[in-house]
């Protein structure tokens, strides 16, 4: 391990239990998913006899804490498992260690002890939709979260002085598999105008990774009679919750509005380029994004990738994107303007692999 590289750690309010991990990010790589590992710190004298877990949960939040109906809380546990780590069911010295492990349990000493987990295959990644800049309330999301604590049993509510809590994020990662690049195209036809308007919209590839530049080949082939104005072209990311309610958010993530004409008669090829970036979207209520760690920058969600076999619900929100292609269709040649928008909607998944960032709480060099 680099010297430079950083431990992540948190410590109870008693310093009873700390956890230290040597990462916050763990990637889906749709055929396996990072397993989650780190080490446990325990203060004996402050523990006490007792026994101290570690668990790994899946939330689904809509809606503050406090927002309790009749006793039902707008939550839901998507996946709980829990680990007991001392005193220990396994000798650690015979138990697989990972090299970020190894370096943490030498240095900590004869009080640390590590724990793994292994997330399920129908999970969803971490998502969240980025509330407005005046809502203080808790945002609609899909959270991970590692706890340790120490208590006399694992149904044992404990007590938040010897609890410790650090969030997590699954990501999702897709490697781009060369397949067909998405392509889309319509015909309108006018009234009072022998030949219709044809527009195609064509993208490189099927997959594009963050901060990655997209480039839309648009062709415009105007037989009608009427003059087109004003081309635009747009990324549009549309979030469906699908768990308790089908709330379906769209946004503009990226757009860029042209003076571009085609007359009638003519045709129009060109190639638009947009790069979709949280930066320029940090201000839009309702724009999905993936997950967030305190203090910590994030970026727009990854599109989601349902697996086989796996019910849609369980994955809370579904994010895709989409191309738009606008233009407004003058009235006939020499006549009022009669203005027609001519919307074109094709794409596939897009941003598929999140940016790892700094922490939200103490670092620490092992």
Same mark, same amino acid.
Do not use: W
């Given at each position: 391990? *680099?010297?430079?590289?950083?431990?992540?750690? #948190?410590?109870?309010?008693?310093?009873?239990?700390?956890?230290?991990?040597?990462?916050?990010?763990?990637?889906?790589?749709?055929?396996?998913?990072? @397993?989650?590992?780190?080490?446990?710190?325990?203060?004996?004298?402050?523990?006490?006899?007792?026994?101290?877990?570690?668990?790994?949960?899946?939330?689904?939040?809509?809606?503050?804490?406090?927002?309790?109906?009749?006793?039902?809380?707008?939550?839901?546990?998507?996946?709980?498992?829990?680990?007991?780590?001392?005193?220990?069911? $396994?000798?650690?010295?015979?138990?697989?260690?990972?090299?970020? $492990?190894? +370096?943490?349990?030498?240095?900590?000493?004869?009080?640390?002890?590590?724990?793994?987990?292994?997330?399920?295959?129908?999970? @969803?990644?971490?998502?969240?939709?980025?509330?407005?800049?005046?809502?203080?309330?808790?945002?609609?999301?899909?959270?991970?979260?590692? +706890?340790?604590?120490?208590?006399?049993?694992?149904?044992?509510?404990?007590?938040?002085?010897?609890?410790?809590?650090?969030?997590?994020?699954?990501?999702?990662?897709?490697?781009?598999?060369?397949?067909?690049?998405?392509?889309?195209?319509?015909?309108?036809?006018?009234?009072?105008?022998?030949? @219709?308007?044809?527009?195609?919209?064509?993208?490189?590839?099927?997959?594009?990774?963050?901060?990655?530049?997209?480039?839309?080949?648009?062709?415009?082939?105007?037989?009608?009679?009427?003059?087109?104005?004003?081309?635009?072209?747009?990324?549009?990311?549309?979030?469906?919750?699908?768990?308790?309610?089908?709330?379906?958010?769209?946004? @503009?993530?990226?757009?860029?509005?042209?003076? /571009?004409?085609?007359?009638?008669?003519?045709?129009?090829?060109?190639?638009?380029?947009?790069?979709?970036?949280?930066?320029?979207?940090?201000?839009?209520?309702?724009?999905?994004?993936?997950?967030?760690?305190?203090?910590?920058?994030?970026?727009?969600?990854? *599109?989601?990738?349902?697996?086989?076999?796996?019910?849609?619900?369980?994955?809370?929100?579904?994010?895709?994107? =989409?191309?738009?292609? #606008?233009?407004?269709?003058?009235?006939?040649?020499?006549?009022? /303007? /009669?203005?027609?928008?001519?919307?074109?909607?094709?794409?596939? =998944?897009?941003?598929?692999?999140?940016?790892?960032?700094? /922490?939200?709480?103490?670092?620490?060099?092992?």
């Amino acid at each position: 391990m *680099s010297p430079k590289h950083v431990i992540y750690k #948190k410590l109870s309010r008693d310093k009873s239990v700390g956890v230290y991990m040597g990462k916050r990010d763990f990637v889906d790589h749709c055929d396996f998913v990072d @397993p989650v590992d780190g080490v446990v710190l325990i203060d004996p004298e402050q523990v006490k006899g007792k026994k101290v877990y570690v668990m790994l949960s899946c939330t689904f939040r809509y809606g503050r804490d406090d927002m309790d109906v009749l006793g039902i809380a707008f939550r839901r546990d998507i996946f709980l498992c829990t680990r007991q780590v001392y005193p220990p069911l $396994q000798d650690k010295e015979r138990s697989v260690h990972s090299k970020v $492990q190894e +370096k943490i349990l030498r240095k900590l000493g004869d009080n640390a002890y590590p724990f793994f987990f292994e997330f399920p295959d129908n999970l @969803p990644c971490s998502v969240a939709l980025q509330p407005a800049p005046t809502d203080p309330g808790k945002r609609c999301a899909v959270e991970f979260e590692v +706890k340790a604590f120490c208590a006399e049993n694992q149904d044992e509510k404990a007590q938040k002085r010897s609890t410790v809590r650090l969030a997590i994020r699954k990501i999702q990662y897709a490697p781009n598999k060369g397949g067909a690049a998405p392509m889309g195209e319509t015909t309108c036809e006018f009234v009072m105008s022998d030949k @219709p308007l044809h527009m195609r919209v064509t993208l490189e590839k099927e997959t594009y990774y963050h901060g990655e530049e997209i480039n839309i080949s648009v062709e415009i082939d105007n037989s009608s009679n009427r003059n087109l104005r004003d081309v635009s072209v747009s990324v549009e990311q549309i979030t469906n919750v699908v768990l308790y309610s089908n709330d379906k958010y769209i946004s @503009p993530v990226a757009y860029e509005d042209t003076m /571009d004409t085609v007359p009638a008669g003519t045709s129009l090829k060109k190639v638009y380029s947009l790069c979709p970036l949280m930066s320029g979207n940090r201000e839009r209520h309702g724009i999905a994004v993936d997950g967030k760690l305190k203090h910590e920058d994030t970026n727009l969600a990854s *599109s989601s990738i349902v697996k086989d076999e796996v019910l849609k619900e369980i994955l809370g929100m579904l994010v895709a994107y =989409r191309v738009v292609l #606008k233009c407004n269709a003058a009235g006939v040649v020499g006549s009022s /303007d /009669d203005t027609t928008d001519l919307v074109f909607e094709e794409f596939k =998944r897009s941003y598929l692999k999140g940016i790892i960032g700094d /922490d939200d709480e103490s670092p620490a060099e092992p």
